[in-house]
Protein backbone atom coordinates (compact mmCIF):
# COMPACT_ATOMS: atom_id res chain seq x y z
CA UNK A 1 0.00 0.00 0.00
CA UNK A 2 3.01 2.51 1.00
CA UNK A 3 4.06 1.92 -2.82
CA UNK A 4 0.39 2.56 -4.07
CA UNK A 5 -0.27 5.59 -2.13
CA UNK A 6 2.91 6.95 -3.53
CA UNK A 7 2.42 6.28 -6.96
CA UNK A 8 -1.15 5.71 -8.13
CA UNK A 9 -4.43 7.54 -8.67
CA UNK A 10 -6.77 7.96 -5.80
CA UNK A 11 -9.53 5.86 -7.50
CA UNK A 12 -7.05 3.13 -7.82
CA UNK A 13 -6.15 3.85 -4.20
CA UNK A 14 -9.55 3.36 -2.64
CA UNK A 15 -9.42 0.09 -4.67
CA UNK A 16 -6.68 -1.76 -3.36
CA UNK A 17 -8.11 -0.43 0.44
CA UNK A 18 -11.64 -2.31 -0.69
CA UNK A 19 -10.13 -5.87 -1.63
CA UNK A 20 -11.35 -8.57 0.80
CA UNK A 21 -7.70 -10.28 1.09
CA UNK A 22 -4.12 -9.08 1.17
CA UNK A 23 -3.97 -11.58 -1.81
CA UNK A 24 -6.94 -9.96 -3.78
CA UNK A 25 -4.97 -6.81 -2.94
CA UNK A 26 -1.73 -7.50 -4.71
CA UNK A 27 -3.17 -8.61 -7.59
CA UNK A 28 -5.28 -5.73 -8.54
CA UNK A 29 -2.07 -3.94 -7.35
CA UNK A 30 0.12 -6.23 -10.01
CA UNK A 31 -2.77 -5.87 -12.69
CA UNK A 32 -2.51 -1.77 -12.40
CA UNK A 33 1.11 -1.63 -12.15
CA UNK A 34 1.56 -3.50 -15.33
CA UNK A 35 -1.34 -1.94 -16.69
CA UNK A 36 0.22 1.55 -16.32
CA UNK A 37 4.05 0.36 -17.49
CA UNK A 38 2.54 -0.94 -20.38
CA UNK A 39 0.70 2.58 -21.26
CA UNK A 40 3.88 4.57 -20.79
CA UNK A 41 5.85 2.43 -22.56
CA UNK A 42 3.53 2.54 -25.69
CA UNK A 43 3.73 6.42 -25.68
CA UNK A 44 7.18 6.65 -25.28
CA UNK A 45 7.36 8.06 -21.97
CA UNK A 46 8.84 5.34 -19.44
CA UNK A 47 8.36 5.63 -15.89
CA UNK A 48 9.42 8.80 -15.43
CA UNK A 49 6.38 9.91 -16.67
CA UNK A 50 3.60 10.59 -13.11
CA UNK A 51 2.07 7.05 -12.75
CA UNK A 52 -0.69 9.05 -10.46
CA UNK A 53 -1.58 10.82 -13.85
CA UNK A 54 -2.95 7.55 -14.93
CA UNK A 55 -5.61 5.10 -14.22
CA UNK A 56 -6.67 1.90 -15.19
CA UNK A 57 -9.21 -0.78 -14.10
CA UNK A 58 -7.19 -3.22 -11.81
CA UNK A 59 -9.52 -6.40 -11.03
CA UNK A 60 -9.47 -8.57 -13.55
CA UNK A 61 -11.08 -8.16 -16.70
CA UNK A 62 -10.15 -9.52 -19.68
CA UNK A 63 -9.03 -8.45 -22.58
CA UNK A 64 -9.63 -5.28 -22.75
CA UNK A 65 -9.99 -2.61 -19.89
CA UNK A 66 -10.00 0.92 -18.91
CA UNK A 67 -7.45 3.29 -19.52
CA UNK A 68 -7.42 7.39 -18.92
CA UNK A 69 -4.97 9.98 -18.62
CA UNK A 70 -5.13 13.58 -17.28
CA UNK A 71 -4.43 15.92 -19.50
CA UNK A 72 -3.67 13.95 -22.59
CA UNK A 73 -5.88 11.91 -25.33
CA UNK A 74 -5.92 8.59 -25.19
CA UNK A 75 -8.17 8.10 -27.55
CA UNK A 76 -6.35 6.61 -30.10
CA UNK A 77 -5.24 3.66 -27.73
CA UNK A 78 -6.54 0.44 -26.16
CA UNK A 79 -5.40 -1.32 -23.06
CA UNK A 80 -5.53 -5.07 -22.79
CA UNK A 81 -4.75 -7.33 -19.96
CA UNK A 82 -2.64 -10.21 -21.26
CA UNK A 83 -4.01 -13.89 -20.01
CA UNK A 84 -0.54 -15.48 -17.91
CA UNK A 85 -0.24 -17.92 -14.94
CA UNK A 86 -1.14 -17.31 -11.20
CA UNK A 87 1.02 -15.06 -9.73
CA UNK A 88 2.08 -13.04 -13.15
CA UNK A 89 0.09 -9.58 -14.66
CA UNK A 90 0.52 -8.26 -18.16
CA UNK A 91 -0.77 -5.89 -20.47
CA UNK A 92 -0.02 -4.59 -23.85
CA UNK A 93 -1.60 -1.29 -25.11
CA UNK A 94 -1.89 -1.11 -28.94
CA UNK A 95 -3.01 1.36 -31.17
CA UNK A 96 -6.93 1.61 -31.66
CA UNK A 97 -6.09 0.62 -35.27
CA UNK A 98 -4.85 -2.55 -34.41
CA UNK A 99 -8.03 -4.51 -34.72
CA UNK A 100 -6.55 -8.25 -34.15
CA UNK A 101 -4.58 -9.79 -31.72
CA UNK A 102 -3.47 -13.41 -31.82
CA UNK A 103 -1.75 -15.29 -29.27
CA UNK A 104 0.50 -18.04 -29.56
CA UNK A 105 2.25 -20.55 -27.72
CA UNK A 106 2.25 -20.65 -23.87
CA UNK A 107 3.48 -19.58 -20.90
CA UNK A 108 6.33 -21.83 -19.62
CA UNK A 109 6.99 -21.38 -15.88
Known amino acids: MDI ?3 YFAYAEIAYLKQCA ?4 RRIAFFNGWSRKEAFLKAI ?3 LGYSLQAIEV ?4 VAPLTC ?7 VTPWDLYALPVAD ?3 AAIVLPKAVKNIV ?3 EIAI
Open 87 to 89: HYA
Open 103 to 105: LQG
Open 57 to 60: AMQT
Open 67 to 73: LEMRGRD
Open 21 to 24: TEQD
Open 44 to 46: GMG
Open 4 to 6: AER
